[in-house]
Structure formats: C-alpha cells, structure tokens
C-alpha cells in the first residue's frame, strides 16, 4: 500500500512537471509567432485600387495603408514588373500611410505591388496589374532645341530652367517661381569621386545648395531624376516626335539626382517631379564655373 501510494505521488509530480514543460514550450512557441503587419490598398478618390487599364505614360497614383504586428515596420518597397523598383525606404513606425504616383509603362501588362516588412523581416504585399491601352495614341510632346543654362558663376546665362513653359530663370525670380524649377546646372571642379564637373541637378539634390545658396530659403525644392546610361544616339533623339520614346528610355530603377561630368554628344532620359519623362540631348558644355551648357530636350506635354 505504502510503495502504490509513492509511485501515485511520484507519478503526480511527473506529470505536473510535464505540463509546466508543456506550457514553457507552448509559451515559446506562441511568442515565436508573431502576428505579421497587415498591408492594405487605400480606397480613396483618385487612387487605382484595383486591376485597371491606361495608356502608356499616363500618371496615375496607388495608396497603401500598414499596420505593424508585434513589431515596428521597418521597410516599404513598391515594385514594377517591367520597370524595376519604385521605392525602396527605410521607416520606423507602427502605421504608416503613404501615396506613391507612378507613371504607366510601355509593358502590355504590368504588375504593382507594394511590400512592408517589420524588425523580424515578416511582410506583407498586396498588388495589383496595370494594362497597357493598346487602342490609346501615344502623348504629345515639348520640343526646345536651344536652351542655354549657366553655372553658378556664368554672367550670361541664368541657372535655373523650367520645362514647362521651357524657360530659364535668374536666381531672385527663380525664388519666386520654385514650383515649377525643374533643372539646375553648376559646374563643381574639385568635388567628388570622380570630379563631378559638369553636373546636371535640381533644387532637391542634396548638394545644389552649396552652388546656389539662395535655395537653402524656398520651401518647394522640386527634384529631377536622371538615367547616367542609356543606348539612345542623337538619331533617336532628333527621330523622337511622340512620347513613346521618353517612357521607354526611362529606367526609374537606376535614376540618380544628379548627373555628372556631363559632354557635349551626352543623352540623358530623365523625369521631373510631376512624374513627366523626358530626354535631354547636350549640344554644347562650356566646363568652367562661369560656363555654361547648351541643351535640346523633349519632354511630355
């Protein structure tokens, strides 16, 4: 009776143990699975949210609205199918809500999607496909043949221009005219690795100011995005009449915001803050800081 009632008492402790362990383990591996953020496409006027049609070139703007799970988002990347990455950005938060405008591609079919992802590296994406209008005529253009842009010392020629109404500006009316400069150009002879010399910029580059100090006061610093590679020829350009072109020639994965140590013979796609594409070709660099560059450019109407 006596070694019966033992082996119960020892068979209880046994199986307590067994369930603390049991718990511990069950414990560990709820923590180990940590709810993931949640990532939503914003149903707001304006915005694409869901599979649509456009013609190619056509600007058109998604939201995403993310909640964090158990821990903070740390990244948000928006992708194209056909023209690489959009967005790739570092945060630090626990919701985030964001509205990114994007320009249609010349790809018949397109996919967009959007990826947060948290400390642990969980994500979550949705996405969505953007068709090409097949039926749609390709868009208008601006032509310039001859703008003249001086850098930061040139007397004879202003450095600030603006693509649309295509004119270049002197820095005081320049001020008041913010919102619509697209293009700065300065000449920077010992800066960089390589020398940067001639540089094409615009008021959001980071160092724009250092060569137009009177861009540190505006509020509005639009920036231009320039390809620093393309197969395009002078040919291409001058045989550009639609904007078929000026959205192929466009790699929104490799733009920089600035182009440097620019040549006369250089073609540079590019596209300014309202998301319109363009081509720059260099007809003439004068590479001194009281020179200046001659350009032709087309750009979407």
């Not at 400069?181 to 000449?187: M, N």
């Not at 002078?234 to 020639?249: G, K, Q, R, V």
Request: proline content about 5%.
């Amino acid at each position: 009776m006596f070694i019966t009632k033992a082996k119960d008492s020892f068979l209880q402790k046994a199986n307590r143990l067994l369930f603390v362990v049991c718990l511990i383990a069950t414990g560990s591996c709820v923590e180990d699975k940590m709810p993931p953020p949640m990532a939503t496409l914003l149903n707001e006027p304006g915005l694409i949210t869901h599979d649509t049609t456009l013609p190619a070139g056509k600007l058109f703007s998604i939201g995403i609205e993310a909640l964090a799970g158990k821990e903070p988002l740390t990244n948000i990347t928006i992708k194209s199918s056909s023209a690489g990455t959009l967005l790739d950005s570092g945060i630090h938060t626990n919701q985030l809500r964001l509205i990114k405008q994007i320009s249609k591609g010349i790809a018949d079919v397109e996919r967009i999607t959007i990826t947060v992802m948290d400390k642990s590296r969980n994500k979550s994406s949705v996405s969505l496909l953007i068709l090409r209008d097949v039926g749609a005529a390709w868009g208008f253009i601006l032509t310039y043949p001859s703008l003249k842009i001086g850098a930061q010392a040139c007397n004879a020629y202003r450095p600030c221009l603006s693509l649309q109404p295509g004119h270049v500006y002197p820095g005081d009316s320049a001020t008041n005219l913010q919102n619509i400069i697209d293009i700065l150009y300065y000449y920077n002879p010992g800066g960089g690795v390589p020398i940067y010399a001639s540089v094409f910029s615009s008021p959001g580059e980071a160092e724009a100011p250092l060569f137009y100090p009177f861009i540190d006061s505006w509020t509005v610093k639009n920036s231009t995005y320039y390809n620093t590679t393309t197969t395009l020829t002078e040919a291409d350009f001058n045989a550009c009449n639609n904007d078929s072109l000026l959205i192929a020639a466009y790699d929104e994965g490799t733009s920089k915001r600035k182009y440097k140590n620019a040549l006369a013979g250089n073609i540079i796609p590019f596209k300014i803050m309202n998301g319109k594409r363009g081509i720059i070709f260099v007809k003439n660099i004068q590479g001194t800081i009281d020179g200046f560059a001659e350009i032709a450019v087309k750009i979407q109407e």
